[in-house]
């Protein structure tokens, strides 16, 4: 039965198969220059569920009347694998769409959200962007929340004459015409998770984050902060998934020193998994701070750390914490939330925040559109163009599209930090610093907008 | 370079991670040994336990250690349950042919733990062994009584199989069928009992294994269940024969691999380590078996 020769084929087999899985996994090492796409997941924030009472009903011109008319088509490509499942955002669209549809719609018109999950294969992302065009005839791109769809389908997008509206994580998403985010990405983010790290005067920083193509792109933006403020940075990248937390962080902690803060831009299991590991060897306190990009901006991870680390991380937030604040649009997004978004699994949190704005700034984009134009991808796309400080409270300043070479419209952000097992706001609105050249660049372009949203208020 | 110090510090990770590799190495050999099955799912079914483990504790009032013995026995009825619905159907196919198939019920738990703990929405989960915070310092390193767990199971385990199989009625049942299963079936052997318990007990270190490494590595169930390309080498060096080469082979990788971390220049290639020494080993014992043979032949 087990004979010698099937045993030996086996094992070479395998041992040739284990060394293609391993190699597949391995990346560069540390800091080139930008590629393609980035790490962790664009956003990933806070909290429990909604009991708001607010009346949804204000989501449409007409309220408690469907909308009977032709639909207006809308697409969207979103990243769904195992261990990054971005389908909350599409799912909080698709739950502003039902509310809107239900009260009016867009003069009398429903909106139909088409949806192509995709697991970062780029032919696969470039056939669904062809079959939302070509089958679907969707006539705008709203809503993508993927890792790697900016990328792909850029010079697609621009020959249609399409401005897609994403919350984005590949460096396109924010570098190029046709896309404009309403988040900030990992580069920015990193940004402002090292730039309040700097706030605190460490003798050094180490910046680590995941060895993903696109990290020489994002470690860019670190480093000019560092440099400006003559703070030595160590650059790192780790293999994910970390299948040795404790060594990763302990290699952290001693890299660092004790003056030292060290920032992570990973997903919320792989941050955990490395703060943890730091709680466990008891070197949480052997540097003076951490921080990390906004995907720890979420309660589930303040949850999982405990009170151990309450002020101890600080996490980078591009949208103001529901839990904080409650005004009449959080109202609004928690009450559309609880009526109409069963499917988002996650709740309130970054995630649905920001398939709410996308969601709204859309409606409110063809609600300019004249009804005798018709909803053509050349006047939607027109109108999309057009947002021009569209306010909100979920973001620092208004959000804005227009005709620029690159879109970096949400530049400055929250600093928020666990507090028993949710985030808290610990530092309100800042502008994330010009020294990164691409921020520059694009203040160049478009100017400041002004900060318009108190953050605890 | 890193001072001895920070070395020593890396070691206590790596013996710790290696004892957990070696308990499950020590499965994986048993297991091919009375079945002919590469357990493939080995860390997926593991990953299943501990996510089991985690839903007790969080939501259902479960103590850790009620919880701990659940998730190892979801791991044995698993298993268990496998073994007996596709052992036999597959036992006379080739080995590669049964490891395949392994692969298939690792894509079903991915699926099915994907669905029941999904990620979305920054979804991260944590299980944290109580002995977690139970230090002590050797020198200037400090020790949790998980590390010293770890590392003891991965070798009471090597010897307590080590000894079973050598004086035990089933475990000499299970060498027997390591080398013909159709002579030892024929010799009145209860080849079904036999295999059963190999799964199971496989089993139930897959899910014991995956609570240590849910806490000291991630709650994840991709990279989980992805840990056992580790085991795997360390199974390989030991040629699925030895428990003892497989459970030191085991130690070294995880040694070996928390030691280059601190090293920048390769230690975004540490992950390679599983795969580098495999390949080494099985080089040094395929020349090793090519000169005994060109002896005899001579």
Redesign the interface.
């Known amino acids: 039965?087990?004979q010698h020769v099937?045993?030996v084929?086996?094992?070479?087999?395998?041992?040739a198969l284990?060394?293609a899985?391993?190699?597949a996994?391995?990346?560069?090492?540390?800091s080139s220059t930008g590629t393609t796409t980035s790490s962790s997941?664009s956003?990933?924030?806070s909290s429990s569920t909604s009991t708001a009472s607010t009346n949804t009903s204000s989501c449409g011109p007409k309220p408690g009347q469907p909308a009977t008319g032709t639909p207006i088509n809308v697409g969207t490509i979103d990243t769904k694998q195992?261990?990054?499942?971005?389908?909350?955002g599409p799912n909080m669209i698709n739950a502003y769409f039902a509310c809107v549809n239900a009260n009016g719609g867009v003069n009398g018109h429903p909106l139909k959200l088409y949806v192509e999950y995709d697991q970062t294969q780029p032919a696969q992302i470039a056939a669904a962007a062809k079959q939302l065009i070509q089958t679907d005839h969707v006539v705008a791109i709203d809503g993508v929340f993927d890792l790697l769809e900016c990328t792909i389908d850029q010079s697609y997008w621009k020959s249609l004459g399409i401005y897609e509206m994403d919350a984005g994580i590949a460096p396109e998403c924010w570098s190029t015409p046709n896309s404009s985010a309403v988040n900030m990405g990992p580069r920015y983010s990193s940004d402002g998770a090292v730039q309040y790290g700097l706030s605190q005067k460490p003798s050094k920083i180490v910046f680590v984050q995941s060895?993903v193509p696109g990290t020489g792109y994002i470690a860019a933006g670190p480093a000019a902060l560092a440099k400006a403020a003559s703070v030595p940075i160590t650059e790192?990248?780790?293999?994910v998934?970390?299948?040795?937390?404790?060594?990763?962080a302990?290699?952290l902690v001693?890299?660092a020193g004790s003056n030292g803060w060290v920032v992570l831009n990973f997903?919320?299991?792989?941050?955990?998994?490395i703060l943890?590991?730091a709680q466990?060897?008891?070197v949480e306190d052997r540097v003076k701070g951490w921080g990390c990009s906004t995907?720890c901006?979420?309660d589930?991870?303040a949850k999982?750390l405990g009170p151990k680390w309450n002020h101890k991380l600080f996490v980078n937030a591009e949208a103001t914490n529901a839990d904080d604040h409650n005004g009449p649009e959080m109202q609004e997004y928690k009450a559309i939330l609880a009526k109409y978004g069963s499917a988002?699994?996650?709740?309130v949190?970054?995630?649905?925040q920001f398939g709410f704005l996308l969601a709204k700034f859309f409606v409110q984009a063809v609600d300019t559109i004249n009804p005798k134009d018709g909803y053509t991808i050349k006047t939607v796309n027109a109108a999309i163009k057009g947002i021009k400080d569209y306010k909100s409270e979920m973001l620092c300043q208004p959000w804005v599209y227009g005709n620029y070479s690159m879109h970096i419209p949400n530049n400055a952000d929250f600093t928020v930090t666990p507090d028993n097992g949710k985030m808290i706001t610990a530092q309100g609105c800042f502008y994330v610093s010009s020294n990164d050249p691409q921020i520059a660049q694009y203040r160049k372009l478009a100017g400041q907008a002004p900060i318009t949203n108190p953050p605890t208020s | 370079m890193?001072s001895l110090t920070?070395l020593e510090?890396?070691l206590v990770?790596?013996l710790?991670?290696g004892g957990i590799y070696a308990l499950s190495g020590v499965g994986m050999v048993v297991l091919f040994q009375a079945t002919?099955v590469?357990y493939l799912a080995f860390g997926a079914v593991g990953a299943l336990g501990a996510l089991v483990a985690w839903q007790l504790t969080t939501s259902s009032g479960f103590g850790f250690w009620p919880a701990f013995i659940v998730a190892i026995l979801v791991g044995g009825v698993v298993t268990l349950a496998y073994g007996m619905v596709f052992g036999p159907a597959l036992a006379?196919r080739?080995?590669?042919v049964k490891?395949t198939a392994t692969l298939g019920l690792t894509l079903i738990l991915?699926?099915v733990m994907?669905l029941l703990w999904?990620?979305?929405?920054?979804?991260?989960?944590?299980i944290?062994v109580p002995t977690?915070s139970n230090?002590f310092n050797i020198g200037d390193i400090?020790v949790?009584y998980?590390n010293v767990i770890a590392l003891g199971l991965g070798l009471a385990i090597a010897g307590l199989t080590s000894a079973f199989l050598r004086f035990t009625k089933l475990g000499t049942a299970m060498r027997a069928?390591?080398?013909?299963?159709?002579i030892t079936a024929t010799l009145g052997v209860p080849v079904r009992r036999v295999t059963a318990a190999a799964w199971f007990g496989c089993g139930l270190l897959a899910g014991l294994a995956g609570v240590l490494l849910g806490d000291?590595?991630?709650?994840?169930?991709?990279?989980l269940t992805?840990?056992v390309?580790?085991t795997?080498?360390a199974t390989?060096i030991g040629?699925?024969r030895s428990i003892w080469i497989t459970f030191w082979a085991a130690i070294v990788i995880g040694v070996v691999?928390?030691e280059l971390?601190?090293i920048?220049?390769v230690?975004?290639?540490r992950?390679?380590t599983?795969?580098v020494l495999?390949?080494i080993a099985?080089f040094v014992l395929n020349r090793r078996a090519g000169i005994s043979v060109g002896r005899q032949g001579v």
């Open positions: 039965m087990f099937p045993r084929r086996l094992v070479l087999v395998l041992t284990a060394g899985i391993v190699l996994g391995c990346g560069s090492s540390k997941s956003s990933g924030s195992p261990g990054t499942d971005f389908s909350d060895n790192l990248t780790e293999n998934p970390i299948s040795d937390a404790s060594s990763v302990l290699n001693d890299d997903t919320p299991p792989e941050a955990l998994v943890q590991a466990k060897l008891g995907p901006d979420t589930f991870l999982a988002v699994a996650g709740g949190g970054s995630f649905s | 890193p920070d510090q890396f990770t790596g710790t991670l002919g590469l006379n080739d080995p590669l490891a991915l699926g994907d999904p990620s979305s929405g920054g979804a991260s989960r944590s944290t977690d230090t400090s949790t998980t069928m390591a080398n013909d299963r159709d000291l590595v991630a709650l994840d169930a991709t990279t992805f840990l390309i580790s795997l080498a390989l040629r699925l691999d928390a971390t601190p920048n220049s230690s975004n290639y992950d390679a599983p795969f495999a390949a099985l």
